[in-house]
C-alpha cells in the first residue's frame, strides 16, 4: 500500500526514488514526459556525468575499433570479399540483438525496488523522458564492459581470423543503431523512408508501447508478429 501511495518528486534525483512505485511503475514509466529537458539521475556529480552522452560520441569512439576489428582480420589473410561478408554478417546479426534486447530486456516487467531501478536506469527512464537528448545513446563506458561478453560469444562461433572482422561488423551495426535512434527522435527527415522509421518509432513511444521493437527497421517485428496494430505499420 505503501509503494502504490509514493509520489516521485521530479526536482530531486529519480533513480533511487522509482523502486519505491512497487507495481505502480509500469503505468508512470510509460507516461512520457516530452521536454528536451533530461532529469537528474543522481546526487553526485560525477556519477550523473557518466548517465549523459554526446550523440556524436559513439561513432567518434566506437567507429575506430571497428576499423581495428577489420584490419585484423585482412592481416590475417581473408580477402576482401570475404571481410565484407563477415561485416555484413555482423551488422545482421546486430539487428537481431537489437530487437531481442528491447524486446525481452528493455521492456522486463518490474515490481520490486530493485528491479524497479535497474529498468529505470537500463531503458524506463528513455520511455519517461523520450526527448532527453543526453540519454538517447549508450555510455561509453558502459558499451566497453558489454563488449567483452559480445567479443567472447562470437569467438565461440568464429575462428581466430574471422572473430574481428564479425565482432567489428556488430559493434557497426550498433554505432548505426544508436545514431539512428537519437535520429529518430531529434531530426527531421524528408525522405519517406527515414520519415516513416521515425514514426513507427513514435508509435512505440507514444501509442503501442508493448509492439514495434525494432529501430533501425520493423524487419525482426514482421518475423516475430510484433508489428504494432496501425496504418504506420503496414507503410515500413
Aim: charged share 15%; glycine share 8%.
Amino acid at each position: 500500500m505503501v509503494a502504490q501511495e509514493f509520489t516521485v518528486d521530479l526536482d530531486k534525483p529519480l533513480v533511487f526514488q522509482v523502486g519505491h512505485l512497487g507495481e505502480t511503475y509500469e503505468e508512470w514509466v510509460h507516461q512520457p514526459i516530452v521536454s528536451r529537458e533530461g532529469p537528474r539521475f543522481f546526487e553526485n556529480d560525477f556519477i550523473e556525468s557518466l548517465t549523459r552522452t554526446v550523440w556524436w560520441a559513439i561513432p567518434s569512439i566506437w567507429l575506430p575499433v571497428v576499423c581495428y576489428c577489420v584490419l585484423k582480420s585482412a592481416k590475417m589473410g581473408h580477402a576482401l570479399p570475404e571481410i565484407a561478408l563477415m561485416v555484413v554478417g555482423g551488422v545482421f546479426v546486430w539487428t537481431l540483438l537489437e530487437y531481442t534486447l528491447h524486446r525481452f530486456l528493455f521492456h522486463i516487467k518490474t515490481k520490486s525496488y530493485w528491479g524497479n531501478t535497474a529498468h529505470y536506469l537500463l531503458h524506463g527512464c528513455h520511455h519517461k523522458h523520450p526527448m532527453d537528448g543526453l540519454r538517447l545513446v549508450f555510455p561509453p563506458a558502459a558499451t566497453a564492459i558489454l563488449l567483452v561478453p559480445f567479443w567472447n560469444m562470437v569467438s565461440l562461433f568464429a575462428t581466430p581470423s574471422i572473430t574481428p572482422a564479425l565482432f567489428g561488423g556488430g559493434l557497426l551495426g550498433y554505432v548505426m543503431y544508436d545514431c539512428t535512434h537519437y535520429y529518430l527522435h531529434h531530426g527531421q527527415p524528408a525522405n519517406d523512408v527515414p520519415k516513416n522509421l521515425k514514426k513507427y518509432h513514435m508509435n512505440h513511444h507514444f501509442r503501442v508501447q508493448d509492439k514495434g521493437f525494432g529501430i533501425t527497421s520493423a524487419l525482426w517485428d514482421r518475423v516475430f508478429g510484433t508489428l504494432p496494430p496501425s496504418k504506420m505499420a503496414k507503410k515500413m
